[in-house]
């Protein structure tokens, strides 16, 4: 949920090219900190303006779901966005991720290829996308697939442009020991936010809202069985300050599937988002 900041500006007449996207996003705490990179991107003088390549490393010892999530939403964002015929942001209304394989052990990044699904426009108030996630080895890794809200660009439209990064930068290690170290009651996790979990709009991070929904529910469950698909829905934002409530709900406990529902709280009450992860636990 994550696309308008790389938007382009009113006075571009096109979606700005691959080095200007990735300098854009070197700035933000989530995909400056994994290293996202956009590789190409099609122009919108294209007559076919679907597809977009992008890369994120991935790092030893971490879940790669973290890298997955985020490269996966960040690429169908800006798939969604550079295809409009005039300049549009807008979050991630949901994400689906199909989970296929590991990555080849010694795989060093991911690679996703985001294909647009018809040719969105603001009158549509929306655009859909889907990906598809190999490793630097050529393994396929997963499928996703998001809908985007899409609405025009205007100078009040949230998101930094260019430069150095200001603030703390995510660091997978770091959200790993948050959350197995987090408080956890009554079937609920307790993660603290902060400024370093954040998108250019100044939320959550789209792709770290499905992966913390899933490995909150991994903890407070106990199951951790092979990954079949996890899917979100965003409701509202998620702040940078506080902390948000992961409540886990079983849906589905079979002898060898099982289907966990992990509704994220805000300090209000509030539900932000839900998570549905599907695992095979037999």
Not at 22 to 48: H, K, N, T, Y
Not at 151 to 176: H, I, K, M, N
Not at 207 to 212: D, F, K
Request: aromatic share 2%; proline share 9%.
């Amino acid at each position: 949920m994550d696309a308008s900041p790389i938007a382009a500006p009113l006075v571009e007449k096109h979606f700005p090219g691959p080095k200007t996207v990735s300098g854009r996003f070197a700035s933000a705490p989530v995909e400056g900190g994994l290293g996202v990179r956009v590789l190409a991107i099609a122009d919108r003088r294209d007559p076919q303006p679907e597809r977009l390549l992008l890369t994120a490393p991935l790092r030893v010892g971490t879940p790669h779901l973290v890298a997955l999530a985020v490269a996966t939403d960040t690429a169908i964002g800006i798939a969604v966005h550079s295809a409009t015929p005039t300049p549009t942001s807008g979050p991630t209304l949901d994400l689906r991720l199909d989970a296929i394989a590991d990555p080849a052990p010694g795989a060093r990044s991911l690679e996703i290829v985001a294909e647009v699904l018809g040719t969105p426009t603001a009158d549509d108030r929306a655009g859909a996308a889907r990906a598809l996630v190999t490793d630097d080895t050529g393994r396929t890794v997963a499928h996703g697939i998001a809908t985007m809200v899409v609405e025009p660009f205007t100078p009040r439209t949230p998101g930094r442009r260019s430069g150095a990064a200001d603030g703390p930068q995510l660091d997978v290690s770091r959200l790993v020991r948050t959350l197995a170290t987090a408080a956890v009651a009554d079937d609920t996790l307790a993660f603290p936010l902060g400024p370093w979990l954040g998108n250019l709009r100044g939320s959550m991070h789209g792709g770290l809202v499905l992966a913390v929904g899933r490995l909150a529910a991994q903890r407070v469950t106990g199951v951790s069985g092979r990954t079949l698909d996890t899917a979100v829905e965003y409701l509202r934002p998620v702040p940078l300050t506080g902390t948000l409530t992961c409540r886990i709900v079983p849906e589905r406990v079979g002898r060898r599937f099982r289907t966990d529902r992990t509704e994220l709280v805000l300090p209000d009450g509030k539900i932000a988002a839900v998570v549905r992860s599907a695992t095979a636990s037999g």
